[in-house]
């Protein structure tokens, strides 16, 4: 393992996301493009030439026991995490696997406790965890530029109904997992987990949410809404709304820009251009830090980050 300064990394499942995620990290990351593992050899072979990979693998068993491996970044459908990181676990591979984690929150935990005893790395994926505009939103909270926090709507509302990993009830589908995990997740970060679930309100399709909305209610009377769809386009945002103004910010799973209000609806600061890169470096710089540095999880996105987002998740959609 690691035989010289950068670690090998791996890609299993080189599909749409890890297309993006190469492309946008490669000249970024201080890492070896090592391998990739389809089960489609020439899947592989193909992007194994087009990102300039030292290995491909048409098969996973095959990547699980290359011990030059450091990392394996996983990007397949969310229904075969679980199966995908245990392997990996077991074969002492440390693991960034790409939101939803797991599909349930039990699956969660015996990972998570797996890796702490077999003292491998994992960490999630989660983009808005590591990017340095989630500390900018906090910073305003705390100035308090807009008063005590009374209601946050987070909204992913995109049309995505013609992708066959998000419509699959097989392959781990439904607006929450894909889309709705990213204003969850800045509500979370920003606000705790001192909460209730209330007003879980679920629009079916094929047996996965098509359109799901939820209310966290904290104990200061804070409500946090949630909404997430996969058939219409209603944008991609947030507003943090408070006893003086309000936040709104544009983008909430990777923000771009971030607008302060007062009460009178008076714009009274302004943060554009906010992000000049794709912000996927970030969870891989601090991985491999965690990493060198013998961590099994990470800072930004931790193991109790993890669990509580899946317990959320699997409390919501309980009864679909």
Known sequence: MMKSNKLNLAVLGPGKIAEVVINSIKDKVDINLYAVASRDINRALAFK????????????????????????YITTPHAFHYEQ???????????ICE???????????????LAKKNNVFVGEAM???????????????????????????????NNLMHVERVTN???????????GIYPLYFAY??????????????????????????TLEFSNG??????????????????????????RVENVARPSEIIVYDSNNKIIKKYS???????????????????????????????????????IISSVLLNI
Not at 133 to 150: A, T
Not at 222 to 247: E, H, M, P, Q, V
């Open 85 to 95: 990181m245990k392997e990996c676990v077991l074969h002492k591979k440390n693991i």
């Open 222 to 247: 804070l409500k946090a809404n949630i909404f997430s769809s996969i058939s219409r386009d209603l944008g991609i945002y947030c507003d943090i709304i408070g006893t003086k103004g309000r936040i």
């Open 189 to 214: 970060q920003l606000f705790g987990n001192d909460y209730k679930i209330t007003n879980v309100n679920i629009k079916k399709y094929n047996n996965i949410d098509e359109e799901c909305s939820f």
């Open 127 to 157: 983009l808005t965890a590591y990017l340095p505009s989630r500390k900018m939103v906090k910073e305003i909270i705390e100035n308090e530029d807009i008063g005590d926090i009374i209601t946050y709507n987070g909204v992913f509302a």
């Open 99 to 113: 939101k939803a984690f797991t599909l349930n929150y039990e699956d969660t935990i015996e990972i998570i406790e």
């Open 169 to 179: 009830k097989d392959l781990g589908g439904g607006s929450l997992f894909d889309i």
């Open 273 to 311: 251009n906010i992000r000049s890169t794709s912000g996927y470096e970030y969870e891989f710089i601090e991985t491999i830090n965690s990493i060198k540095h013998k961590l099994i999880e990470n800072s930004s996105m931790t193991h109790q980050d993890t669990l509580e987002i899946m317990k």
């Open 49 to 72: 030439q087009k990102h300039e990979f030292l290995k491909a693998y048409g098969s996973y068993q095959d990547l699980y026991k290359d011990k030059e491996v450091d990392l394996i």
